[in-house]
């Protein structure tokens, strides 16, 4: 089994940034992919961005230019970090790994951008 805690959400003004991260219970140098969904009330859960092994990228077209998926092999971390944050950025943002076909997932952390 392997254990997702995300951290770094927030109340953050329209405008402002966080940086959310996510440790990982499993060496992620040998995840096939990391990523960071959202879900907002009332919907669907979403891809935000994704991180391959090869270190490919995939970013949500609203998100683009705004948001940067990063890891860290050295802390076994992910990183989300998020700039010119939007009200309708607010969301619960969860992490995932995908490990041979297998996925896993943290509980979630919330972001709120409001003034």
């Known amino acids: 089994q392997v254990q997702l805690v995300e951290s770094g959400g927030g109340l953050v003004q329209p405008g402002g940034s966080l940086r959310l991260s996510c440790a990982v219970s499993?060496?992620?140098?040998?995840?096939?992919?990391l990523g960071w969904y959202r879900q907002a009330p009332g919907k669907e859960r979403e891809l935000v961005a994704s991180?391959?092994?090869?270190?490919?990228?995939n970013y949500a077209d609203p998100v683009k230019g705004r948001i940067t998926i990063s890891r860290s092999f050295a802390e076994n971390t992910m990183y989300l970090r998020m700039n010119s944050l939007k009200p309708e950025d607010t969301a619960v943002y969860y992490c995932?790994?995908?490990?041979?076909?297998?996925?896993?997932w943290g509980k979630g952390t919330l972001v709120t951008v409001s003034s």
């Open positions: 991180i391959t092994r090869g270190a490919e990228t």
């Open positions: 995932h790994a995908n490990y041979a076909g297998a996925n896993y």
């Open positions: 499993r060496n992620i140098l040998s995840a096939d992919s």
